[in-house]
């Protein structure tokens, strides 16, 4: 009987400690998201490519070339009378360790304003950490699907489950006169 209530009270104990880790983990991460986003509405793009999974960086040719593509993409948008006026995140999925990295989704919610209205789309972010959960990287899956991911990373679990893509809502602007 003493052995039953101790392996019950090691299980729990575990079961607990996971349970934490995992409010631990989601914590860091949503705090780490909204940093990001943050970084995205203030035009800090040095700052908001901090947060990009180093993959993305790579296939940018580096951070120098993908902070420039960015300052220009975001120039041509701004041109256009786009401006993102708020970025917010979910809750996530549940995490997934693969080998040494934790890995799960998210939902993103990106608001930008246009000369007709606001438009607010939502799409699927991939968090990832290579440090048991002390910092995140993330991926916008925005237009890709699992398989484009997984030549990203080769290492994206089989679980990891990326939503079709939603269409975004618009609300026009009210014209008074």
């Not at 993305?56 to 975001?74: D, F």
């Not at 080998?99 to 608001?111: A, F, G, N, R, V």
């Not at 930008?112 to 990832?128: C, F, N, W």
């Not at 679990?157 to 618009?170: A, G, H, M, N, W």
């Amino acid at each position: 009987m003493k052995t039953k209530l101790l392996f019950l009270s090691l299980f729990f104990t575990f079961f607990l400690s996971q349970a934490q880790n995992n409010d631990l983990y989601i914590k860091i991460m949503l705090e780490q998201a909204n940093e990001m986003g943050k970084k995205f509405v203030e035009r800090d793009y040095a700052g908001f490519l901090k947060y990009a999974h180093p993959a993305t960086i790579k296939a940018m040719r580096g951070e120098k070339e993908a902070l420039k593509k960015m300052n220009e993409q975001m120039m041509e948008i701004a041109k256009e009378g786009i401006i993102v006026t708020d970025v917010n995140f979910g809750t996530p999925t549940k995490i997934i360790t693969v080998d040494s990295e934790l890995q799960c989704t998210l939902p993103q919610i990106l608001t930008m304003d246009l000369p007709e209205g606001k438009l607010t789309a939502t799409t699927t972010v991939i968090a990832i950490s290579k440090d048991n959960g002390k910092n995140w990287y993330f991926l916008d899956t925005a237009n890709y699907n699992f398989q484009d991911m997984r030549m990203l990373l080769p290492n994206l679990s089989d679980q990891i489950v990326i939503p079709e893509r939603t269409e975004p809502s618009f609300e026009p602007n009210t014209k008074t006169e």
